[in-house]
Nanobody
Framework: QVQLAESGGGSVQAGGSLRLSCTYS??????????MGWFRQAPGKEREGVAA?????????YYRDNVKGRFTISEDEDKNAVYLQMDNLKPEDTATYYC????????????????????WGQGTVVTVSS
């Protein structure tokens, strides 16, 4: 099983920045995934993928269109951590943010939440005011 711990959320005004952190660990016979992602869920809306990264490659990052140029996903393999730098935040970025291992499926986009097969963590709340 994978354990996930997200942190770094908070309340900011539009145009502000936040850096989310996620540490992960595997126990037992859990399968280590080589792709991690950030997802978010706003109140009353479905969960959506935000960004993904293939671990240890230095390349292979993916973003949903409306965060491109504003969000940056990165990783620290030594710390088993994934980060999401969020700049120029907008009110529509308000949501609970989750990190999760991704199992890419050929018939779906990499940011499809259905690619997450492990239990979701608690998430971290981001609130952006106008």
């Amino acid at each position: 099983q994978v354990q996930l711990a997200e942190s770094g959320g908070g309340s900011v005004q539009a145009g502000g920045s936040l850096r989310l952190s996620c540490t992960y660990s595997y126990s037992g016979y859990a399968t280590r995934r080589n792709c991690m992602g950030w997802f978010r869920q706003a109140p009353g809306k479905e969960r959506e993928g935000v960004a993904a990264i293939y671990l240890g490659t230095g390349i292979g990052t993916y973003y949903r269109d409306n965060v491109k140029g504003r969000f940056t996903i990165s990783e620290d393999e030594d710390k088993n951590a994934v980060y999401l730098q969020m700049d120029n935040l907008k009110p529509e970025d308000t949501a609970t943010y989750y990190c999760a291992p991704i199992v890419p499926h050929g018939g779906r986009g990499i940011l499809d939440p259905q690619n997450v097969l492990d239990p979701w963590g608690q998430g971290t709340v981001v609130t952006v005011s106008s």
